[in-house]
């Protein structure tokens, strides 16, 4: 059973550009959230996609958005990047909503803005 | 209101040690608490977690004592071995939302052999 997976592992932009990560989340899972972390801390929620909506949504800016498709797995699109948008963006999948049961990460991608 | 705080910042233990790692929250609504364990280049997971109607659980080596009037929690690892050496996270969350995890800022533990 594959557990959550996210592409590209590592990636490198420059200031003002845009990037596109993507999720798939683990079998069997129909929500999807995301969340950044920046290097010594925490993750920080950025938002929750179930049944292709976006249910919640952390303190982020509008430059951050997102898509669920039919099969649940998830993008996360980030626009006019900033130097402080470096960090591990780290994708969870989970089901069902609000169950007991819960968030499984993946391995994260790496985006670092020059 | 929606802060996890997390101490110590670093931790370091001798093999064979107990390791505890301390947490306190201030939304009484959070109902959920898991402990994510993470290594470096990889994603945080899932070590144990707890719901407020108990006050101890316990999985192998690792027990979650938990305190609701005192809004804190904590982390033992008994018997310490170096494997043990990463990141741990504490965090926090309102199930009715669905599960969006607030997160202390991390503790790093050192096992040394």
């Known amino acids: 059973d594959a557990g959550v997976t996210q592409s590209p592992t590592h990636l490198i932009k420059t200031r003002g550009q845009q990037v596109t990560l993507r999720c798939s989340p683990k079998s069997g899972h129909d929500t999807v959230s995301w969340y950044q972390q920046a290097l010594g801390q925490g993750p920080q929620f950025i938002f929750q996609?179930?049944?292709?909506?976006?249910?919640q949504r952390g303190n982020f800016p509008d430059r951050f958005s997102g898509h669920q498709f039919p099969n649940y797995s998830s993008e996360l699109n980030v626009n006019a990047l900033l130097l402080g948008d470096s960090a591990l963006y780290l994708c969870?999948?989970?089901?069902?909503?609000?169950?007991?049961?819960?968030?499984?990460f993946g391995p994260g991608t790496r985006l670092t803005v020059l | 209101q929606q802060q996890v705080k997390q101490s110590p910042q670093s931790l370091i233990v001798q093999k064979g040690g107990i390791s505890i790692i301390n947490c306190a929250y201030e939304n009484t609504a959070f109902d959920y608490f898991p402990w994510y364990q993470q290594f470096p280049g990889k994603g945080p997971a899932l070590l144990i977690a707890i719901r407020p109607d108990v006050s101890e659980k316990k999985e192998g080596r690792f027990t979650i004592s938990f305190n609701k009037s005192a809004k804190q929690f904590s982390l033992h690892i008994m018997d310490s071995q170096p494997g043990d050496s990463a990141t741990y996270f504490c965090?926090?969350?309102?199930?009715?939302?669905?599960?969006?995890?607030?997160f202390g800022p991390g503790t790093r533990l050192s096992v040394l052999p």
């Open positions: 969870a999948s989970s089901f069902p909503a609000g169950s007991t049961d819960t968030q499984y």
């Open positions: 996609y179930y049944e292709e909506e976006e249910r």
């Open positions: 965090a926090a969350s309102e199930t009715r939302w669905g599960q969006n995890f607030v």
